[in-house]
């Protein structure tokens, strides 16, 4: 709204139909949001500072699926075709990359931590 030099005032929320008890509600949900987002924000370089960077691309993206899903069962949102195959392709891609580094991660740590070259 700054941005846009549109003013906040009395005369122009009164006029969205913004009262002042809708006012104080908005302020304070913003203020959460503001909140939250920073509180993730930081949670996530924390992550990222003890995890690979694929590993925490990895989170990322189950985090992704879970918001999705949980947004379908608790707003009850219709579900496309396309959505159902790209969040299963999504899921498939983690389990493949979980598989893939249980099984190989191991001997590239034991074949560096020998020595020999």
Not at 6 to 29: C, F, S, V
Not at 95 to 112: D, I, M
Request: hydrophobic share 45%.
């Amino acid at each position: 709204l700054l941005a846009e030099q549109a003013p906040i005032t009395p005369d122009r929320l009164a006029a969205l139909g913004i009262t002042d008890a809708t006012r104080d509600k908005m302020i304070t949900r913003l203020v959460a949001a503001g909140l939250c987002f920073h509180s993730y924000q930081q949670l996530s370089y924390m992550i990222l500072s003890r995890v690979a960077p694929v590993t925490h691309s990895i989170g990322n993206c189950v985090k992704r699926v879970v918001v999705i899903v949980a947004s379908l069962i608790i707003f009850q949102n219709p579900v496309s075709p396309q959505n159902m195959a790209g969040t299963g392709l999504a899921l498939f891609g983690v389990f493949l990359y979980s598989q893939a580094k249980r099984k190989y991660g191991k001997k590239k740590g034991g074949a560096s931590a020998g020595g020999s070259e």
